[in-house]
């Protein structure tokens, strides 16, 4: 699960809207839901409304742009740490399983 919330904050290191973090993290609406709504609760990520420009009047739509916060790249940071650290160990440790 844990993985999930690091790609999809990766790909959020530069905004992104649903649908490129769906595809590009190969989720389910649901499952993006869920996930997003987690990572907004914890602060690791931020969402302000989309500027859509191609659907003024009353029906535009509210897009959501979503970010990384700087909590969120914080998360990285360890996260790559703990996997970088979780490497090593099974290299010298091969008996070791994960």
Do not use: W
């Given at each position: 699960m844990?993985?999930?919330?690091?790609?999809?904050?990766?790909?959020?290191?530069?905004p992104?809207?649903k649908?490129?973090?769906?595809?590009k993290?190969?989720l389910?609406?649901?499952?993006?839901?869920?996930?997003?709504?987690?990572?907004?609760q914890s602060?690791?990520?931020?969402a302000?409304?989309?500027?859509?420009l191609?659907t003024?009047?009353?029906?535009?739509?509210?897009?959501?742009?979503?970010?990384t916060?700087?909590?969120?790249k914080?998360?990285?940071?360890?996260?790559?740490?703990?996997?970088t650290?979780?490497?090593?160990s099974?290299?010298y440790?091969?008996?070791?399983?994960l």
């Amino acid at each position: 699960m844990m993985d999930k919330f690091a790609e999809i904050l990766t790909v959020a290191k530069q905004p992104a809207l649903k649908q490129h973090i769906i595809q590009k993290c190969s989720l389910s609406n649901e499952s993006f839901n869920n996930r997003i709504h987690q990572l907004l609760q914890s602060g690791l990520l931020d969402a302000y409304p989309a500027l859509d420009l191609h659907t003024p009047g009353p029906k535009t739509r509210r897009r959501m742009i979503y970010q990384t916060s700087q909590k969120g790249k914080e998360f990285l940071k360890r996260y790559n740490e703990l996997l970088t650290l979780l490497e090593t160990s099974v290299k010298y440790y091969p008996q070791v399983k994960l």
